[in-house]
């Protein structure tokens, strides 16, 4: 039976042949991910469950990253208290202090997640990993608690959406903007708990970076992953990590057939695309950045799990480098792990940052969700490299979330309006 990357994913975890959408299966996973907002109450319903270990110990991977450093006294009990239930049940991937990064490219980074693997994680931008032709998916925390208890997960086979990106990039277009131009195409709820697999030429030109931020983003048009087929770039981000982290494990790579089905395949033309800008209070609000008008700013945020790893931070700093922020708003750089601020320092880039007058925080997704270090007040705006723009998602109510690519988020944190690194 033919199947896509997806499905055969899916297949292989639940010891079948075959596997088709809306099918109910029991699939055995490869990771578990919690973090300080989510394993909390998984950690409660696990010791509800009665079971006197988790399933596999180097399995489970607990990541304190959105109030970390903690910012207050929950925040810290929260942390707490999966410190001390990796101490209980010897949880080999628990990371601490000066280890922990923004769990979705730390991961990845550490070689915890490979092709092949099916993960989950009490995260909804868990589907990240599928850039690397993973099946990964967010779910709740009671499913969190039951798959560190069983190592398994019970899900429904998803249809798949196949998008085509035909053609070569045009300046400054990043896999934001292609994510972000495809969430206007098809609505926030376009892929409503649909595989979404990503490919063609253009896709295929793509940095690893950049196939994560694009695969990160697939739950904002309600997709139940996104997946894109591994290929010569990917095999050689994989070799690079396994060897840098002495990982002994396998992967597999899996391909869809050429006869796969596919609830319906959509084609895109790059040379239309142009950088995108999604305005409030949804990802799908797009504009092309010809089209934005003058929208000053409060803040720019450049970073996150979206993006915040090497590529993004060189991108910033290629254009802000010998430039200021504008005096009237505020840059917050948010790297995405330890590995990518030793990077930064290494090419003088946190130079180039520190110059422009950004400030440049510790790995934390913080001012994404409106936590800390970058909360936006009443009546102000800020334009962000991140995920998501809902009402009050980084601050009050009454403020305004504007997402783009990083050159559009540089070239603007100079501007101090919403601009394209073509009026530098």
């Not at 799908?284 to 915040?308: A, E, H, R, Y």
Request: proline share 4%.
């Amino acid at each position: 039976m033919p199947m896509t990357l997806t499905e055969k994913i899916l297949a292989a975890h639940c010891g079948r042949a075959d596997v088709k959408p809306g099918e109910l299966i029991n699939a055995r996973v490869d990771l578990v991910l919690g973090n300080d907002i989510t394993a909390p109450p998984a950690i409660k319903e696990f010791e509800r469950i009665g079971v006197d270990r988790v399933f596999d110990k180097d399995k489970v991977a607990l990541v304190p990253d959105h109030f970390t450093p903690n910012k207050d006294i929950k925040s810290a009990e929260q942390v707490k208290m999966m410190r001390e239930f990796a101490r209980k049940y010897q949880i080999t991937n628990f990371f601490e202090i000066g280890c922990v990064g923004i769990e979705h490219a730390l991961l990845p980074e550490l070689g915890l997640t490979l092709p092949g693997d099916l993960i989950i994680g009490a995260d909804s931008h868990t589907c990240t990993y599928g850039a690397l032709g993973a099946f990964s998916t967010g779910v709740g925390s009671t499913d969190m608690a039951a798959a560190m208890a069983t190592g398994e997960v019970w899900l429904k086979v998803p249809e798949t959406i196949k998008f085509i990106y035909n053609g070569k990039l045009n300046k400054w277009v990043e896999g934001k903007d292609l994510i972000l131009y495809t969430i206007g195409n098809i609505g926030v709820d376009g892929a409503r708990y649909m595989a979404m697999e990503f490919t063609g030429n253009a896709i295929k030109s793509l940095s690893m970076d950049q196939r994560f931020t694009m695969a990160n983003m697939a739950i904002e048009a309600g997709g139940k992953n996104g997946i894109i087929e591994p290929d010569d770039i990917t095999i050689r981000y994989v070799k690079e990590v396994i060897k840098r982290n002495n990982i002994k494990r396998a992967y597999t790579l899996y391909k869809s057939d050429a006869d796969a089905k596919y609830s319906k395949v959509i084609e895109y033309k790059c040379g239309d695309i142009e950088p995108q800008v999604a305005f409030p209070s949804l990802p799908s609000n797009t504009k092309p950045i010809s089209k934005v008008g003058n929208i000053k700013l409060d803040q720019v945020v450049i970073g996150s799990c979206t993006n915040g790893r090497i590529e993004d931070m060189r991108i910033a700093a290629k254009i802000l480098k010998g430039k200021k922020k504008h005096k009237d708003l505020r840059v917050i750089i948010l790297p995405a792990t330890q590995r990518v601020v030793k990077q930064m320092i290494k090419e003088g880039i946190v130079d180039v940052f520190i110059d422009a007058q950004c400030a440049v925080s510790t790995p934390t997704c913080g001012p994404c969700l409106g936590g800390h270090m970058g909360v936006l007040a009443e009546g102000e705006r800020a334009l962000a490299t991140t995920n998501r723009n809902f009402v009050g998602r980084m601050g009050h109510p009454k403020s305004e979330v504007y997402l783009s690519g990083v050159a559009v988020a540089a070239a603007s944190a100079i501007l101090g309006r919403i601009g394209s690194p073509e009026e530098l």
